[in-house]
């Protein structure tokens, strides 16, 4: 396992980057995502195919359907602590890759994903979104979902 991630289906969600700048997305999924030692390019494509495809968000009509074909937005959030251990009371991230290389790999992903977006006809057609948080900062969501629903998915 060298990324782990965590799909969740919204509603509404405003992310909060710094007082007063925040960005909010409708009806899609967020994706948590923390790169671990030993990720490289190489999974990228694997991985934004299978978070776009992946059949999570509920049709008007009750079916399963993926963002792609909902159609819904993206949100993107880094998130190293998805990568941590807990030892006796504390939390540690020996784990977790270099900043440097995770910066590159997310900003790769975050790429992926909004060309992947831009070029499918019904999120175009829908005017759909991707949005990401900042690799390296702080962030607060705030999030209106119809779940909880969360699914945690490693490549």
């Not at 700048?21 to 967020?30: A, K, L, P």
Request: aromatic share 8%.
């Amino acid at each position: 396992m060298y990324v782990k991630g965590f799909c969740i289906l919204l509603l509404l969600l405003m992310l909060c980057f710094y007082l007063p700048h925040f960005c909010q997305v409708n009806r899609g999924i967020i994706v948590h995502i923390c790169f671990l030692k030993g990720a490289s390019e190489d999974i990228l494509e694997k991985m934004v195919k299978s978070v776009l495809n992946v059949k999570l968000s509920e049709s008007e009509n009750d079916k399963l359907v993926s963002v792609l074909d909902l159609p819904g937005d993206v949100l993107i959030v880094p998130q190293a602590t998805l990568g941590g251990k807990m030892k006796g009371k504390v939390m540690q991230y020996h784990s977790n890759i270099h900043k440097d290389e995770g910066m590159a790999l997310y900003t790769s992903f975050t790429q992926q994903i909004q060309q992947t977006v831009e070029n499918n006809a019904k999120t175009k057609e829908h005017n759909c979104q991707v949005k990401w948080g900042t690799y390296g900062n702080r962030q607060v969501l705030s999030v209106i979902t119809n779940g909880p629903f969360t699914h945690c998915i490693e490549f």
